[in-house]
């Protein structure tokens, strides 16, 4: 008989916990062996064995839950948003003295919105203006979203990359806020709106054309994939995988 991989869930009370709670128990090869809420202490994932921790918490409180963890050589998966480019360098120093372990930072799970970031970042070399909306229910704590924000950065960096200069924008007079935030140089547009789950769309210009690349996620269904995917691939990536896409091969499977 083959061993099932024993996973914990952080947040296992929130929409998403639960959701991956699900998940994670319907899956023939993985043992969820601790379901944790904000008050109960990290230490019981230790007692309960577990190989491969899911957080799936809040911006303030990610970072130290993954602290412990690598502390403890257990994988990390990490959906949780808030991770800023100096708390990336901290783990990443962290994970330098533990090279067996893994973690993967995704800001989606959804192939979609993880398919939809690499061709918006495609395009974004072709285009003279880019600007991304991205749209989420009102209970979301942050803004930007951190696939907006993930997405501003590839972004950015493939026009850096290519020589393409920045979007041109003449706009001298601006209430606070009308042309979004900028992450990265590109400008970034929240929408929240009860009945919303989580959708983005990036808007690309030139003259006379115009490119909407845009995903939905009606559904936390949407996440489920991803995330087993995660689970199942963290050991076998030590150190730091930051975007799902660091787990798929997103070359086209045409012939030439
Ligand atoms: N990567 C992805 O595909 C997705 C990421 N998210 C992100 O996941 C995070 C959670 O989102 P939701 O589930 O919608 O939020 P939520 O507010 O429904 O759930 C968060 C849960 O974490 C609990 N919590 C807070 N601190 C904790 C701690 N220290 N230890 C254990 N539990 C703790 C809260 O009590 C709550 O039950 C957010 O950052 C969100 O942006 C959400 C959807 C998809
Ligand atoms: O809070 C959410 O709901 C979501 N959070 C993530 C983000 O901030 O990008 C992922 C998805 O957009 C849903």
Do not use: C
């Not at 006379?208 to 845009?214: D, H, N, P, S, V």
């Amino acid at each position: 008989m083959t061993e099932l991989l024993p996973v914990a869930v952080l947040g296992a009370r929130g929409r998403m916990g639960s959701e991956a709670v699900r998940a994670i128990g319907a899956a023939p090869d993985l043992d969820l062996v601790a379901a944790l809420g904000s008050s109960d202490p990290l230490e019981s994932l230790v007692s309960a064995g577990a190989a491969v921790v899911v957080d799936l918490t809040v911006p303030e409180a990610t970072a130290s839950n993954v602290r412990f963890l690598v502390d403890h050589g257990m994988h990390a998966v990490v959906g949780t948003t808030g991770w800023t480019a100096d708390r990336l360098a901290e783990l990443e120093a962290q994970l330098a003295g533990s090279p067996a372990t893994g973690v993967l930072i995704a800001p989606n799970f959804a192939l979609g919105s993880v398919l939809a970031s690499a061709f918006a970042a495609t395009a974004a070399r072709y285009f003279e203006s880019v600007e991304i909306i991205e749209l989420h229910h009102p209970d979301k704590v942050d803004a930007p979203s951190g696939t907006a924000a993930r997405t501003a950065q590839l972004i950015a960096s493939a026009r850096a990359a290519a020589g393409v200069p920045l979007a041109p924008d003449a706009t001298r007079d601006e209430l606070d806020g009308a042309r979004g935030a900028r992450v990265d140089g590109v400008p970034v547009h929240s929408v929240r709106l009860r009945g919303l789950t989580a959708h983005q769309e990036v808007l690309l210009g030139s003259p006379g054309e115009q490119l909407t690349i845009r995903h939905d996620s009606y559904d936390r269904a949407s996440f489920m994939p991803g995330v087993l995917l995660g689970i199942r691939s963290v050991a076998g990536h030590p150190g730091l995988t930051v975007g799902l896409d660091g787990y798929l091969d997103l070359q086209t499977g045409g012939r030439s």
